[in-house]
């Protein structure tokens, strides 16, 4: 049984920081590329960061410069550092695991306030 289970989110004024982590089960965690996703109120899903399993990585405009997306495969987590958070980054995240078929985990809400 595969499991994302995110962990991280809260209140957070403009400016401040907040990292996300994602500890997965029941996949070979190096084997697959892992993102993070967010979704807004009334917007549609969208990419933040992902990072393959050679370690390239990969950001949303709106994102980089401010955000870290990073893996650690002997534990079986990547993370989201995110610096300089805007109010405009306030969402829901979701770790996403892909390979061949893709996994969600259940979100965790990041709200900036400002």
């Known amino acids: 049984q595969v499991q994302l289970v995110e962990s991280g989110g809260g209140l957070v004024q403009a400016g401040g920081s907040l990292r996300l982590s994602c500890a997965a089960s029941?996949?070979?965690?190096?084997?697959?590329?892992m993102g993070w996703y967010r979704q807004a109120p009334g917007k549609q899903r969208e990419l933040v960061a992902d990072i393959t399993s050679g370690g390239a990585t990969n950001y949303a405009d709106s994102v980089k410069g401010r955000f870290t997306i990073s893996r650690d495969n002997a534990k079986n987590t990547e993370y989201l550092q995110m610096d300089s958070l805007k109010p405009e980054d306030t969402a829901v995240y979701y770790c996403?695991?892909?390979?061949?078929?893709?996994?969600w985990g259940q979100g965790t809400q990041v709200t900036v306030s400002s």
């Open positions: 029941g996949i070979i965690f190096s084997t697959y590329t």
């Open positions: 996403h695991a892909a390979r061949t078929i893709g996994y």
